[in-house]
T-cell receptor, first 111, second 115 residues
Framework: GQQLNQSPQSMFIQEGEDVSMNCTSS?????WLWYKQEPGEGPVLLIA?????ELTSNGRLTAQFGITRKDSFLNISASIPSDVGIYFC???????????FGTGTRLKVLA | DGGITQSPKYLFRKEGQNVTLSCEQN?????MYWYRQDPGQGLRLIYY???????QKGDIAEGYSVSREKKESFPLTVTSAQKNPTAFYLC??????????????FGPGTRLTVL
């Protein structure tokens, strides 16, 4: 099945650093979602985006819906140890119910 | 308390046996989904249902079956035909159809181990 290209695949950063990751698609989406998954748990929805160019924040997290509608970005500012996990993006085309997921970015924060 | 529940959290099964994983949601969502996740991997869609009494195969439906008799429930049966059933199974539901409403939420998952 189709998967979105998500990069980087993994990141090791120092506590306090900012983090950037992105997701790209060959298809246009009308909705972009960003999730965080911790080991042994289900993904938790972080941010939902519905309009090209939209910039939405959730605490230290900020996500953007790309102008071309084929990409999305997630930034985490001033990382802390509890930010550790796998971050997934997901896209949806209007009128469909099948979400397409990214391959995930594994984040590790060094104290 | 609204959300998605999956039971059990851990499930063990002998090779050759069928097993059913439960998923219930009280979010009043129309659509429900089953995903499979292998260690260190992303999510792969098994089946999804847009409405009661209707469902569609996802990318890896072979060896699995589902039913959708009630809006709140979407059980997944892992049959003996599934060659590598050991995995983490995630159920999700979504609300869709209106502006700024497309969102998908996940349950806590069931880890199935075939002995």
């Amino acid at each position: 099945g189709q998967q979105l290209n998500q990069s980087p695949q993994s990141m090791f950063i120092q506590e306090g650093e900012d983090v950037s990751m992105n997701c790209t698609s060959s298809s246009i989406f009308n909705t972009w979602l960003w999730y965080k998954q911790e080991p042994g748990e289900g993904p938790v929805l972080l941010i939902a985006l519905y309009k090209a160019g939209e910039l939405t924040s959730n605490g230290r997290l900020t996500a953007q819906f790309g102008i071309t509608r084929k990409d999305s970005f997630l930034n985490i500012s001033a990382s802390i140890p509890s930010d550790v996990g796998i971050y997934f993006c997901a896209g949806l085309t209007s009128g469909t119910y099948k979400y397409i997921f990214g391959t995930g970015t594994r984040l590790k924060v060094l104290a | 308390d609204g959300g998605i529940t999956q039971s059990p959290k851990y499930l063990f099964r002998k090779e050759g046996q069928n097993v059913t994983l439960s998923c219930e949601q009280n979010l009043n969502h129309d659509a429900m989904y089953w995903y499979r996740q292998d260690p260190g991997q992303g999510l792969r869609l098994i089946y999804y249902s847009q409405i009661v009494n209707d469902f569609q195969k996802g990318d890896i439906a072979e060896g699995y079956s589902v039913s959708r008799e009630k809006k709140e429930s979407f059980p997944l049966t892992v049959t003996s035909a599934q060659k590598n059933p050991t995995a983490f199974y995630l159920c999700a539901s979504s609300m869709a159809g209106g502006p700024r409403t497309d969102t998908q939420y996940f349950g806590p998952g069931t880890r199935l181990t075939v002995l």
